[in-house]
């Protein structure tokens, strides 16, 4: 099973909500991403999970706050976001052991702030 | 700061024309080179990984080179479809973290 899943598969939320993504994978892999990638563009990573500790955050905004309560879930908790953050949110794993790591992708969840 | 650059933008091919798909970049202290594709909207799917001390891998129709030197990867579709149609990304890791850095991309329509 190589499968990394992703929901909701799409929200749209007003810029005082709270909303989060949920990613998961049963592959055993220990390290987790989440990337954004507006249109026609490519993805950015913004976080790196290795073995349930963030390992890297790409100066991203507060508003944007990740989380790993386990080696299989990564969560991306949403508040007080804006229009400009509209994008697909893309969640990545790989076993997260050497170079050689392949990063499997996730379907996404394409957000929208109204 | 590692660049990845992809040239074409887009191609347009008719069905059965072999391709190739260029993929540059400025930091050629990578660990590996890594191809994908994504369909509209969706997810990315990883085609092929290139460690750093390979030089080609092949899976079905597909060949990608490496060339550390010169700073270039390439990905060759042999025999094209259009199920080909699709972007195709390419992504550079470098550094001692798992950062991927992703080229711009090639937008490639097989038409019948």
């Known amino acids: 099973d190589t499968e990394v899943t992703q929901t909701p598969k799409h929200l749209v939320m007003g810029m005082t909500n709270k909303k989060s993504l949920k990613c998961e994978q049963h592959?055993?892999?220990?390290?987790m991403y989440w990337y954004k990638q507006k249109a026609k563009k490519p993805p950015e990573l913004m976080f790196v999970y290795s073995y349930e500790k963030l390992s890297i955050n790409e100066s991203v905004p507060s508003r944007f706050s990740p989380e790993c309560p386990n080696s299989s879930l990564l969560n991306l908790h949403l508040h007080a976001l804006q229009p400009e953050d509209s994008a697909l949110y893309l969640c990545?794993?790989?076993?997260?052991?050497?170079?050689?790591?392949?990063?499997?992708f996730g379907p996404g969840t394409r957000l929208t702030v109204l | 700061k590692q660049e990845v650059t992809q040239i074409p933008a887009a191609l347009s091919v008719p069905e059965g024309e072999n391709l190739v798909l260029n993929c540059s970049f400025t930091?050629?202290?990578?660990?590996?080179l890594q191809w994908f594709r994504q369909d509209p909207g969706k997810g990315l799917t990883s085609l092929l990984l290139?460690?750093?001390?390979?030089r080609e891998q092949t899976s079905g129709r597909l060949n990608a080179s490496l060339d550390k030197s010169s700073g270039r990867s390439t990905l060759y579709i042999a025999a094209s479809q259009p199920g080909d149609s699709a972007t195709y990304l390419c992504?550079?890791?470098?550094?001692?973290?798992?950062?991927?850095?992703f080229g711009t991309g090639t937008r490639l329509q097989v038409t019948l």
């Open positions: 990545a794993s790989s076993q997260g052991r050497s170079s050689t790591d392949t990063q499997y």
């Open positions: 290139i460690q750093s001390s390979q």
């Open positions: 592959m055993g892999h220990r390290a």
């Open positions: 930091d050629s202290a990578i660990y590996n």
């Open positions: 992504a550079a890791r470098t550094g001692t973290a798992s950062k991927l850095t």
